[in-house]
């Protein structure tokens, strides 16, 4: 039997590539370093709440994500437009609130998975099928090239083991990848560079949720749209269910990763709080629930350099993988695409892409070449 396509990481991307790579026959192995899959998708709701806010993507654009759009639709998932009817509020940092009474719609529209946007990985992970074996809790430290086969290095609780791989693809963030897979044969220099001078979109960042009784900013007039010049948090949106009984409001945090560390999260919450309660009045001092997610402290999201905050949304494209690894080695995750880098389309994308190069490898490569390696065997 031949060995398995394995595909490292269980966010938007890897998960995407092992149900394309069924879909097309081939049987996967999905490792995941952390005990959930969905990477930097992450939704939240208070005990006993239905409604789930979102801590890492909100949005998406159907005007412009035609395979997010395609695969909501697909998985029988209900989406909804991002609230922002009513007026928005901009702090100055002299600490002054202003009131806009211009609504502040995205264009094209923003809109919002209804559960929540880990309802879209739930949903994925449900229809694998059992031709995908998902391998949670699992870290991959090492690839080594053999002539027919990649071998892999992985870590769970019961402690390191191998796993020979037909293939491989890689959706783990390309400065993860640099940092914490070794290599073997070494990949030249000039790769490694490229892989760390690659931002990991949004991993210095962090978001903060509270989730009140009711949408009292509403009843105001306010959109729950708001922008701060003092902080901590620098833009502000309405976070509640599509029909607006749960209500909640999002911000993302602007400070820096290490002033965020410095203050530590209980007193972040505290500001944050004080903040909502600046822009969309008293009643803001009283929610039902309140989470921070500092992404810039996932060590399986940000790596070292990911610490210094990013001014702008860097170029992303395919990346090269060196000769030797050509045909056995595929990188996704979204900092893989080339049209959509940063986004969940750009996940799909890159999924699509190294999915598609690696069956078209298949159809090219000698019958021999497909052969398992008896020297090796699988070693579990
Ligand atoms: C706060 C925030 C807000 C965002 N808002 C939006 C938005 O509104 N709209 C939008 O389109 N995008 C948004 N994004 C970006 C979006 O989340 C990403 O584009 C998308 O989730 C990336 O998916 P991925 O599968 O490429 O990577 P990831 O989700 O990072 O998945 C990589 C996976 O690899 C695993 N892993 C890491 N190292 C190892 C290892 N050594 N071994 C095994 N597994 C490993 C990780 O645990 C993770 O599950 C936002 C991101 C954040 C953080």
Redesign the pocket.
Known sequence: MSHPVLV???????LYASSLLAQAGQRVML????DR?????LSQAPAGSAHRVD??????WPAM?PRMKRLIAELGLASFPQHSRGAAVVEGQDGKVYKHQSTWEQSPS?YRVAGGMQALTEALEAQLGDKVHVQAN????AMKLRPHAVELSLEDARGPWQQLASQVIV???PR?MAQ??SLEPTWPERFIDDMRATP????G???FVAVYPKAFWREAGLSGDGMSHRGPMSEIHDASDASGQVAALFG?VGATPSYRAGVGNDALQQHALAQLVRLFGAEAAKPLWTSL?D?AQEP??AAKEDQRPLSYHPMYDVGQVPPPWEQRLWL????RSPNYG??????LE?AELAVQGLLESLKTRPPRAQATVPAVGELQ
Do not use: C
């Open positions: 490292i990481g269980a966010g938007l991307s890897g490792v995941e370093a952390r899959v969905g990477g930097r998708v801590l890492g993507p909100s949005w998406f994500n923003s699992t870290r991959v430290h959706t783990i963030p993860l914490d897979i990991t979109w949004m991993a960042q962090a978001k993302f997610q992404w399986l999201t996704a995750g979204t900092e940063g986004y969940l389309e750009g996940a890159a």
